[in-house]
């Protein structure tokens, strides 16, 4: 019986660098740290970080990629839960919101990478996209399965209601809601509270 | 019986101010035309455009406002026409579409002056929205009253409307809308139908 030390996987040394990288961006700001910081508090050179990073921007995809997807994860466990199709919508915009506000509130450089990225990586930003509308789709599926809902085309309507609450999870409306037009956190809670019972009245009258 | 030759009131003067730098900004672009091409424009001096406007920012912020007035007074005579509230608010949704997109197309230099007054005069952008309120929440009472839509808060509707209907009127998102989602004019016609059939379908059934 032979013993290996098997090398890290191209994987793993992925996810440590972004790990590495995450922290820096997240104590130096995204600007000011150079892969040559990300490398020595590595141990690697920087020649290395290359080899699995093509560039900082690469790396900053790759940590958004892990950001989206940990908010996807969260709206998709609501999504396949129990309970109304209605209580689930309410849920899933409410999670959204308080995901996108922490992010703006207590993790501006975060805030930033993401609003990056929506410019230069925009294939990410379009992957989670596809996953929301996938998890409003089966809620609104449901509902309409279980006649909560008027029958009809589930995939538009989800399309709808996210086109119709984009406002309460894009980045920049977010900032400018709160900025320019002076909401606070629980304003918009309510506004979305009541946009969302607005959608969820016509999807159970029908709109055809 | 004296003959007087009355100098042009000073309302008159910021018009014609205002009318000149808007054909420079035009043509020209806003960065590239200075306070003294358009007092030369005008036969002025710099000094004397200075006594009207106190620079070419706030000359940007008159034209912005006049461009909004010219939208806002096309939709409130579509929100005091005759017709159901349900065409109303379709054919208001239709004309900020296309006013927004014909700025965006075929006014390029115009739609970057708005966004640029986006950040810096909220005051024009704050009243334009004060009478885009004004006016869907007279559709919508008008709808309430003449038993077309469920009893209700009308102005509270109106404000919900607005935010969910943002994506189709928002400078910043009907160009990210365009760019990077690559939907087609007649694609985000057609989305805000939809998302307007929604929300009257809402209105209609009521949403307490």
């Not at 466990?77 to 209580?87: F, H, P, T, Y």
């Not at 919508?89 to 805030?111: D, N, P, V, W, Y």
């Not at 909560?148 to 900032?175: N, R, S, Y």
């Amino acid at each position: 019986m032979s013993i290996t030390t098997a090398a890290p996987s191209a994987e793993a040394t992925r996810a440590r660098i972004a790990d590495v990288a995450e922290q820096l961006f997240r104590t130096m700001g995204y600007q000011k740290t150079a892969v040559a910081d990300i490398a020595r508090e590595l141990g690697m050179s920087p020649a290395n970080v290359y080899r699995f990073f093509a560039s900082k921007s690469a790396i900053n995809e790759a940590i958004t990629a892990r950001l989206l997807d940990s908010v996807a994860v969260k709206l998709e466990r609501i999504a396949e839960a129990d309970g109304s199709a209605e209580a689930r919508l309410h849920a899933i915009g409410q999670e959204l919101l308080s995901s996108s506000m922490s992010l703006f509130f207590h993790e501006k450089r975060m805030h930033d990478m993401v609003s990056a990225a929506m410019g230069e990586h925009w294939g990410v930003i379009h992957t989670y996209i596809g996953r929301f509308i996938t998890l409003l789709t089966r809620v609104i599926a449901d509902g309409m399965a279980a006649g909560e809902f008027a029958p009809g085309d589930a995939a538009a309507g989800a399309q709808v209601v996210k086109a119709c609450t984009m406002i309460w999870h894009h980045p920049a409306m977010l900032a400018e809601c709160m900025q320019n037009m002076e909401r606070t956190p629980s304003e918009m809670s309510g506004d979305l509270t009541q946009a969302m019972a607005l959608l969820v009245a016509g999807l159970k009258r029908g709109s055809r």
